[in-house]
Nanobody
Framework: QVQLVESGGGLVQAGNSLRLSCAASGRTFSSVVMGWFRQAPGKERELVAGISRSGVGTYHVDSVKGRFTISRDNAKNTVYLQMNSLKPEDTAVYYC????????????????WGRGTQVTVSS
């Protein structure tokens, strides 16, 4: 089973940036698709971004396109989420996720999650 550990969350003012990292172990990292989910109070968990095994293919939900960028470094077994121009509505617990299938753009593509890291954006 893959183990995922997120880091990089925190409290920032609107318009600022954060970079989340997720370290993976337990499976061959390059064999899994990776993604980031988030869940805010009162809302369902949503897929924010996904990335293919090679890192060439990416998906970003419309609400973060142009602001967030997912990337991965297979040599370091790490996936990143660069978050720029943060808004208060981005406030949520962010979860790293891994999947063993072919696709990376649906919530059902992912089956393992980390414990999460809190991102709070103040106005």
């Amino acid at each position: 089973q893959v183990q995922l550990v997120e880091s990089g969350g925190g409290l920032v003012q609107a318009g600022n940036s954060l970079r989340l990292s997720c370290a993976a172990s337990g499976r061959t990292f390059s064999s899994v698709v990776m993604g980031w989910f988030r869940q805010a109070p009162g809302k369902e968990r949503e897929l924010v971004a996904g990335i293919s095994r090679s890192g060439v293919g990416t998906y970003h939900v419309d609400s973060v396109k142009g602001r967030f960028t997912i990337s991965r470094d297979n040599a370091k077994n790490t996936v990143y989420l660069q978050m720029n121009s943060l808004k208060p509505e981005d406030t949520a617990v962010y979860y790293c996720a891994a999947g063993s299938g072919l696709y990376w753009h649906r919530s059902s593509d992912f089956g393992s999650w980390g414990r999460g890291t809190q991102v709070t954006v103040s106005s």
